[in-house]
């Protein structure tokens, strides 16, 4: 889901609580090496869990958003996330954005993190790597099952989308064999298949989307 003004204002206004899927930051990481290990680990949580979105510039009390703070220099902050990101997560995260909103005159940083068939992911910095996952609001180094399961998920995951392009192939074949489809010309198949779809997580409003 891409984020809007106005979604924000929403939670700013309902006073909405961190989540699985929703973190809030004050200010965006500094250059030290513990405010980078700290976003590089609330990334590859929520990419090992079901995604989410970073929202820098969100003043939270008691872990819900209370109020906005711009974040200066938000563009290039933006940017910087995102090489960080491509730099210092394995395998390379690719289902992930960084953009600015402005919300009421204040510029504030969104990193977004979707599902992807590649992980489980791991924090890679400084020569040293460690997987976690995104616990209701909470970021936890995964456990060996944990991690065996994730392989395992992201396995039957490859195998359940391509079970089901395989099956509309056949479906589209026996149309057009049984004269059901115009098949004049050339054609080409497209098939359009989120993630969450096929991860038993959540359902994709095509309308909202």
Known sequence: ??????????VLVEQQPESQRLDFKREPPSADDRSKKN???????????????????IEERDGKAHAVQSVPKAEAVALGLGQTISLCVEPRLSNV?????????????VVSIGMALNGPFRTAYQGKGDFYIRQGAQNQRMTYDQLRSGFGQRAALVASMKAWRSA????????????????RGAWA????????SFGGERSLDLVAA
């Open 39 to 57: 976003f590089l680990t609330d990334v590859v949580a929520m990419a090992n869990a079901t995604g989410g979105h970073l929202i820098f510039g």
């Open 189 to 196: 198949i497209t098939h359009v298949m989120p993630l969450e």
């Open 97 to 109: 954005g960084c953009s600015v909103i402005e919300v009421d005159g204040a510029e504030l940083v």
């Open 1 to 10: 889901m891409a984020l809007s003004a106005e979604w924000i204002r929403t």
């Open 168 to 183: 509309r192939l056949d479906v589209i074949r026996r149309n057009v064999e049984s004269g059901t489809l115009w098949t």
